[in-house]
């Protein structure tokens, strides 16, 4: 499946931004979707997952209760909602998928597919 991820872009601090991940040439509906982020000299990321039924979501703590992952089957893509943004939130920002999540959605190794990424920048 290929993966397009889009909605980055230039937000001041607090501000907020939608990301989105659509599926071409194949639904989603068969994938659990993450997304990652990785900062200009960090390492990678686990930002938000949401399961194949849209009914689990995971987030680490660096972005709980100001992100929020969500899908529309009908639309075959998955969000991510950005409030609150930090300047430590700038990063590209890329969602995966993967075709069954367990206990280890946090881990980029267990995603098949990536998207290329959009940049996030956030302006203090």
């Given at each position: 499946?290929?993966?397009?991820d ?6 001041q601090?607090?501000g907020s ?17 993450g997304?990652f982020r ?15 039924s849209?009914?689990i979501t ?8 100001r ?5 529309d089957?009908a639309?075959n893509t998955v969000?991510?909602h ?6 430590e ?16 959605y ?7 597919y990536w998207?290329?990424?959009t940049?996030?920048?956030?302006s203090?």
């Open positions: 499946v290929q993966l397009v889009s909605g980055g872009g230039l937000v601090a607090v931004l939608r990301l989105s991940c659509a599926a071409a040439g194949r639904t989603f509906s068969s994938y659990a979707i997304w990785q900062a200009s000299g960090k390492e990678r990321e686990f930002v938000a997952a949401i399961s194949l849209g009914s995971y987030y680490p703590d660096s972005v709980k209760g992100f929020t992952i969500s899908r089957k639309k969000y991510l950005m409030n609150s943004l930090k300047p939130d700038t990063a590209v920002y890329c969602c995966a998928a993967t075709s069954y999540i367990g206990t280890y946090y881990m980029a190794a267990k995603y098949s998207g290329r990424g940049q996030v920048t956030v203090s």
